[in-house]
């Protein structure tokens, strides 16, 4: 079991930058794909980024390549999502997810394990 917790969302304005973080308990860490995932109000959850287990891999959403980045501290149990030039579409609620068995799920299907999610509120 793994259990994860973000931080770092808040009311920023457009230009603007964040970084979230994503805890995650246990020994296994290195043995999962890290996501980030996005749902804005009466939106489907989209995928945003994915890192995979060692970090030499990532792939990002088309609209978010260039400005965010996603990276991990293995011996932190921990990964970030780096997010600059924020617009206000990026206005969503932010969770965290883990999956052991792919290297780089973009399918929030694909994930056993969740985070509570973190609000990001981009003003215009």
């Known amino acids: 079991q793994v259990q994860l917790v973000e931080s770092g969302g808040g009311l920023v304005q457009a230009g603007d930058s964040l970084r979230l973080s994503c805890a995650a308990s246990?020994?296994?860490?290195?043995?999962?794909?890290m996501g980030w995932f996005r749902q804005a109000p009466g939106k489907e959850r989209e995928f945003v980024a994915v890192i995979s287990r060692n970090g030499g891999s990532t792939t990002y959403k088309d609209s978010v390549k260039g400005r965010f980045t996603i990276s991990r501290v293995n011996a932190k149990n921990t990964v970030y999502l780096q997010m600059n030039s924020l617009e206000p579409e990026d206005t969503a609620v932010y969770y965290c997810?883990?999956?052991?068995?792919?290297?780089?799920?973009?399918?929030?299907?694909?994930?056993?394990?969740w985070g509570q999610g973190t609000q990001v509120t981009v003003s215009s």
């Open positions: 997810a883990a999956e052991s068995r792919l290297w780089l799920p973009v399918s929030a299907n694909a994930y056993h394990y």
């Open positions: 246990g020994r296994t860490f290195s043995s999962y794909a």
